[in-house]
């Protein structure tokens, strides 16, 4: 099946064609084409790091009696229509019946390389076009909301290991997210992360306690280790940064 890729010429931010932001015609679109079955991530959030370019899945069916070129769906936020995507991938047409064609792709995201500021994390709403080869095109809004997220990151180190059963053990860590920016990652401070356990055996895992991280991003706790385990950080996200689990750390309780 081919594919047809657009990457952004210039950094985001530029105003022009495929560019991280550009205008958006919402609710100006000259029609001629219609979108159904519209699809971007399967519907969860996008959840962008730094230094690799993530990607995103999309599909949706359009149905026109035109000819068209550039089928692709975007996400798009405020009254300007800025759009957010540094380069989409679209299938060729999967034909459905006469006009109408299922398309499959990806939109993808790459602050290393292209110019992405972190109030860019958030919702987003969802738009489809597409050009006519005689000229002009349709641009429809798809009212879907797709939240992009700053990817997090969550170490864990629980000692003394071992230890005697019953014994006090202190569990640290560490809870950072990307800086798109600044294409590192950050400490992020003041978050809530659970503590879970799991015993030996176990298939799950239980929380034990919840702390907050400190100024520095930093977590630190003390727990009695009744049961030989392994220790883990988990931070569940909110609308502008992605969920993380740290590693696991196995302490023997003797």
Partial sequence: MGKKLWRAV?????????TGVAAVPVGAAEGGASFTRVQVNGGKPIVIGVPNEDGAPTSFRMATTRQWKWPAVFLYRGSAGDRLWHAVETSDCIKVSSGVCDFSGAMFFDPSVWDMRNSEAGAWKVAAEVYFRDGGGDVDDEDLTVYVKRNSRLTVNASPEPVTKGSTITVTGKVTRANWETKKYVSYEGRLVSLQFKPTGATSYTTVKKVYANGSGDL???????????????????????????????????
């Fill in 10 to 18: 210039v950094a985001g931010g530029a105003a022009a064609v495929f």
């Fill in 220 to 254: 630190k706790t003390t727990v009695k280790a009744s049961k030989t385990g392994t220790w883990r950080w988990v931070y569940y996200g909110n609308t502008t940064t992605g969920p993380s689990t740290s590693a696991g750390d196995d302490v023997v309780a003797r």
